[in-house]
């Protein structure tokens, strides 16, 4: 099974317009454009809302594909501060990353909001990119799949139609941000985990063809340990996304890797 390679940016609370100029003009260089168009691979940016509706007049090109990095389950009403799937998909939205540990941890969201807001993601018609991830102190009492199992599973279990796609990222939230990438070969493990837990909730076609990004310090450095390893399908990149030269590299590794019969 060929699974197309996923490479998203998480640009979290950073850029304004001004500075998501400047990314676009690097980021589009010749070489970068080029390397787009002929992509094997697939390219997306979840940004801050307030850019979303100005990344294409400022140049974001069309094969870039445009994600938020959060949305609420219901679709209009007295939720102060919150943005829906309508409202997205009015901007151009494609994509949304649910369930971040730093929306989980310092945003008290559940499991159970979680597996709403993706429900209703596919529902609309947007595709959803699943955070799931085990603490530092969870790994180190070998929680890690259980967590993450329970995580996977209260979305899956719950999805009404598995033509309904989704993507998954695996993202040890001790890797978040630290410069500690889990190891190619620990991030495989988990990934292999993770399918097959998707296998015996949804069928194990389901399982195949479902992308599981790696998250947490993907740098250009180990991309490439990365990305070939079997059940690794991209990442999902905070700090190394922000600046336009290592993004575009990354992706450049993920190309490499799938041109290689
Ligand atoms: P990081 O963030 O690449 O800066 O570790 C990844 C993420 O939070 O999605």
Same mark, same amino acid.
């Given at each position: ?7 998203? !940016?998480?640009? $979290? ?14 980021? %589009? ?8 168009? =002929? #992509? ?19 140049? @974001? ?6 994600? =938020? ?14 943005? %829906? =799937?309508?409202?997205? *998909? ?7 990353? @649910? ?6 941890? %310092? ?7 979680? !597996? ?9 018609? *947007? ?12 790994? /180190? =009492? ?33 890797? &978040? ?5 889990? #190891?190619?070969?620990?991030?495989? /493990? ?9 296998? !015996? ?22 991309? *490439?340990?990365?990305?070939?390893? /079997? ?5 999902? &990149? ?7 030269? #290592? ?8 190309? $490499? ?5």
């Amino acid at each position: 099974m060929t699974r197309k390679k996923l490479i998203a !940016a998480n640009w $979290k609370m950073n850029k304004t317009p001004k500075e998501m100029g400047e990314f676009i003009r690097a980021f %589009s260089e010749v070489k970068g454009q080029k390397v787009l168009e =002929a #992509s094997r691979v697939e390219v997306l940016i979840a940004m801050p809302s307030v850019l979303i509706p100005l990344a294409r007049d400022y140049g @974001l090109p069309p094969e870039v594909r445009l994600g =938020a990095q959060n949305m609420h389950s219901a679709s209009h009403g007295a939720f102060t501060g919150e943005l %829906s =799937a309508e409202m997205l *998909l009015s901007v151009g939205v494609q994509s949304v990353v @649910l369930g971040h540990s730093e929306r989980r941890q %310092s945003f008290g969201e559940t499991d159970h909001a979680v !597996a709403l807001k993706v429900q209703v993601a596919v529902d609309r018609g *947007l595709e959803p990119i699943l955070c799931v991830g085990e603490t530092r102190q969870e790994r /180190e =009492a070998g929680l890690t799949e259980k967590v993450v199992a329970r995580q996977v599973r209260v979305v899956l279990e719950g999805l009404r139609d598995p033509s309904q796609r989704l993507v998954i990222a695996y993202e040890p939230v001790w890797a &978040i941000g630290t410069g500690l990438a889990a #190891s190619s070969d620990e991030a495989n /493990e988990v990934h292999r985990f993770i399918r097959g837990v998707a296998g !015996a909730c949804q069928g194990s076609v389901y399982a195949d063809s479902l992308r599981i990004m790696y998250g947490g310090s993907v740098t250009t450095q180990n991309a *490439l340990d990365l990305f070939q390893k /079997e059940d690794i399908d991209g990442a999902l &990149i905070g700090g190394a996304s922000l600046d336009p030269r #290592s993004f575009r590299e990354i992706i450049e590794v993920a190309q $490499k890797v799938v041109s290689i019969p």
